[in-house]
């Protein structure tokens, strides 16, 4: 029993409520606003009495919730946050695996001598993070992975549940099977349509069932419901993609709107590809229509890029053959990312002259900031 698990409890709406006395014990919203469709990211937990969620519209939120305060995102104040808490988290243990800003695994076999047991252990950052950053944390700890997240969310907020070897198969019979990793509304409906409710009716089902009904995943959901999971926390989390998408307050029907808002993530998503040292080796283009009917479509890159020019160009060529506006929300993604240098035997020129130009231009906005220099086609920004 090694594993720990810690989840920041309504992490982006604790800080704003920390950070402004005056939202302290209110409903609490933190995202876009409703006019311009935008959705809940974190609510307090004063919000969640009434049902606002995570990813839910922020004009369904304040039906539910008439008295609901909606707080813009600080995404900069956030990270910055959860680089101290990850700071916490590796006094104790190099074994930290973030799985997002405000939860990460930890494996702390390798610290007992130092710091005591699992659970002193776990006890000793949730006090830190309630001392140092005045925030709250929930605490899981169990013999693997699966076992510790779900403890952390076993009793929130401010939760420390324990579940040793001996006392998993009890914890985990009574619970829905939408509990498991991997389960969502589908899985769930066809285990549900063969009577299987709770992760102990799932236990009692042969393997062999599971696999001719759900494939490969049939095993793993075995392998959980008996409590096993073998892997291990992984320090360094291979990022396997880089993404921006923008959802706009009215539908766009435009071509050229559409081709400078991708522009625009293109410079974004390629700026931090070059802060991060990698590149991307394919592009996707992501669209939602108003029907809420989403798309997406890829095409690989001739060799590695992190040049918002080249992503862009190649957005832009999946918008022109795949795209049937009007458009409510429409995104970019690099995948099949790499930081390996990559040597090509015949450079064209202009890609060459286009990096020399991007060095440049980064060198100016690390100095001076974003907007001290801007392609000029964003300079008539049609959004907001």
Known sequence: MHIIHIDMDAFFASVEQRDNPELRGKPVAVGGKPEHRGVVAAASYEAR???????????????????LIVAPANH???????????????????LVEPLSLDEAFLDVAGSER????????????????KNELQLSASVGIGPNKFIAKLASGYKKPGGFTVIPQEKVLDFLSPLPVE?????????AESLKRMGIKTIGQLRALPLKLLEEKFGKHGKLMCDFARGEDPRPVEPQRE??????????????????EL????????????RRLRRENLKSGSVTLKIKYPDLRLITRTENLPEPTNLAGVIYRTASRLLDKHCKP????IGITCGKLTGERYI???????????????????????????DVVKVASLLKKRYK
Request: with cysteine.
């Open 49 to 67: 009495k009434f049902g606002v969620r995570s990813a839910m519209p922020m004009a369904t939120a304040i039906k539910l919730c008439p008295g």
């Open 76 to 94: 900069k104040k956030y990270r910055e946050v959860s680089s101290s808490v990850m700071d916490i988290f590796h006094y104790y243990t190099p």
């Open 114 to 129: 130092l710091f005591g047991s699992p659970v002193e252990i776990g006890a000793e950052i949730q006090r830190r993070i």
């Open 179 to 187: 509990k498991m990793w991997g389960i969502g509304d589908k899985t």
């Open 239 to 256: 990022v396997k993609s880089m993404g921006k998408e923008v959802t706009f307050a009215g539908d766009v029907a435009n071509l050229e």
């Open 259 to 270: 081709r400078q808002t991708l522009r625009e993530l293109a410079e974004k998503v390629a």
């Open 326 to 329: 009007p458009v409510r929300l």
């Open 344 to 370: 090509a035997l015949f450079r064209d020129e202009k890609l060459v002259n286009e990096e020399k130009i991007t060095l440049a231009l980064d060198k100016l906005r690390d100095r001076y900031g974003e």
